[in-house]
């Protein structure tokens, strides 16, 4: 493939990517159900495909993806729900490639063991990119954003790491339960050290990133690739290595990086995600091709009964699960808050699979030691794929009518007075402070009294919404025609300013890099207001 028809190709996946957020906006389909659909279709047409490289999306594709995940998770939220992530995110992938592989070795005709569990490995770490993007659309409560993302973030390295010891049994011939165990432990255990090193080693570079935005966005988006590929030299978890370093470097961000660093910083990975998430799921769709060409070996019935025993599992063993543990928490009386049947209903549908299962099926090498092919490997392909596409446009697509079926809903008011709360504690703490350096630096009185006028009446404002919500008898934030009419006002007024600066620049009173700077400050203004459609 020429340079001229790859450039093309990513020309046409933006132009897609970007009709496909487009449509989502408006019709409210997840874009990662409607992708794969796109690729499938484009797959099926003449013309030149991009294959899928998993060694490409492992190294390039994965680690920047889940760094900039744990950049925006909670890392205290994660701890507090700790015992139901561990659940789902290590014991369930366990038991996931362990159920399939069973199934494989009983009832697939010629199946081995070690091939079952290394496409039940492949399969069951979800991936939770629809569901967040709907679940976060539909208002799904905090916690159970939560665990979806502090599954999705560990779950990969539970994953890779079974997967590679069940390529090894089934290359070698041989399995040891204790080696095996003991590789896992090595793999993860080394993996989190690796990720703790690298956020440490980003706080001694602080002192040199902390004034300059560009410098603290490169080190940024070099730092996953620098997580993995230490922890891959190192034989042990790469990926646990990026997503732990993403906790810790997120949860010292607001402490370790300026206002400006954080907006350019969180801009730049809000693109880079945008785009590798619509390309990787472009890229599920067209790999129908590469799977299907390999089964003509096989027998329907052997097909049939492989696909039916890989997506039964990795669907119906999930809600069994969340009810056992559940059941389980109540046997044994624990203090942490349980899960409501509702919420098991809502986490056993955000299941989804993407683009690291197929990536790692296709990490299973041809040969095995001996020379012969590895066993069943298109068919295991195959398997995945199915399990990947109704997972990810069967629940994709049905996992927002179901949240609003089962009325599941964040307290839009409970978190509306926490913010509030919050602001009018940090606004008491600035007052506070104006009143210490009125006392130490007196001479500075007449900027500390016009400063403190103007926090006090952004206190009041506080203190009066926080009445408001207090008095809503509803789970949404009650809205006032006064308030909307102030947020109205102030657009059209920097809507107007921005128009003046235009004219003062056409006019050739103004320079243009004068117009930008003036410009990011109308940005910044209006970046603080609320959205409205």
């Known amino acids: ?283 599920i769709g067209q790999q129908l091709p590469t799977v299907v060409r390999g089964l003509q070996q096989y027998a329907m019935s052997t097909i049939v009964t492989a696909v039916a025993i890989a997506v039964g599992v990795t669907l119906l063993l999930r809600p069994v699960w969340l009810v056992l543990t559940q059941a389980a928490h109540l046997l044994l009386r624990r203090e942490d808050e349980g899960l409501s049947g509702r919420e098991i209903t809502a986490l056993s549908w955000a299941g989804t699979r993407g683009v690291i299962s197929l990536a790692a099926v296709f990490t299973i090498p041809l040969t095995t030691e001996a020379g012969a092919p590895f066993p069943d490997r298109d068919l295991l392909l195959f398997c995945t794929f199915m399990v990947v596409l109704v997972t990810l446009v069967g629940q994709g697509l049905t996992f927002a009518p179901l949240v609003r079926a089962l009325g599941l809903k964040a307290n839009e008011v409970d978190e509306a007075r926490q913010r509030n709360e919050a602001r009018a504690a940090a606004v008491q703490a600035a007052l506070d402070r104006l009143d210490e350096l009125e006392r130490e630096e007196p001479d500075e009185a007449q900027a500390v009294a016009l400063l403190r006028a103007k926090l006090q009446e952004r206190l009041r404002r506080y203190q009066h919404r926080l009445d408001v919500l207090s008095a809503a008898e509803s789970d949404e934030v009650p809205t006032s025609q006064r308030y909307e009419s102030a947020l109205r006002i102030q657009k059209l007024a920097i809507e107007a300013q921005r128009e003046e600066l235009l004219r003062w620049r056409d006019a050739g009173n103004l320079p243009d890099e004068g117009l930008r700077r003036l410009e990011r400050e109308l940005d910044h203004e209006e970046r603080i207001l609320p959205e409205r459609p």
């Not at 093309?8 to 794969?36: D, K, N, S, Y």
């Not at 810790?248 to 350019?264: C, N, Y």
Request: net charge neutral; aromatic share 6%; with cysteine.
């Open 1 to 283: 493939m020429n340079a001229e028809t790859l450039l093309l190709l990513c020309l046409g996946a933006v132009a897609i990517i970007t009709g496909v957020r487009w449509l989502g906006e408006r019709t409210g389909l997840p874009a990662a159900a409607l992708l794969p659909v796109i690729g499938i279709a484009y797959a099926l047409l003449p013309g030149p495909n991009i294959p899928l490289d998993p060694h490409v999306v492992l190294t390039f594709v994965l680690p920047p993806l889940l760094y900039s995940a744990a950049l925006d998770s909670s890392l205290l939220a994660i701890r507090a729900n700790l015992r139901i992530v561990i659940g789902l995110s290590v014991l369930l992938v366990f038991a996931t490639a362990l159920l399939i592989g069973a199934g494989f070795a009983l009832f697939v005709t010629g199946a081995t063991l070690g091939a079952g569990v290394a496409v039940g490995a492949a399969v069951a770490p979800p991936d939770p990119v629809a569901a967040l993007a709907v679940g976060r659309k539909v208002g799904l409560p905090p916690r159970l954003i939560t665990i979806i993302q502090g599954e999705g973030l560990l779950n990969d390295a539970t994953a890779l790491t079974l997967l590679n010891v069940a390529v090894v049994a089934a290359v070698s011939g041989e399995y040891s339960t204790p080696r095996a165990a003991g590789l896992f432990v090595f793999a993860a255990v080394g993996g989190a050290a690796v990720g703790v090193g690298v956020s440490y080693l980003l706080r001694l570079l602080r002192p040199i990133t902390a004034r300059d935005p560009l410098l603290a966005n490169a080190i940024s988006l070099a730092t996953p690739f620098i997580a993995y590929l230490i922890g891959e030299e190192l034989h042990v978890s790469g990926v646990l290595a990026v997503v732990v370093a993403g906790l810790i470097v997120g949860h010292d961000a607001p402490r370790s990086t300026t206002g400006a660093g954080r907006l350019q910083t969180g801009a730049v990975w809000r693109l880079a995600d945008f785009l590798l998430e619509g390309v990787v799921f472009l890229l």
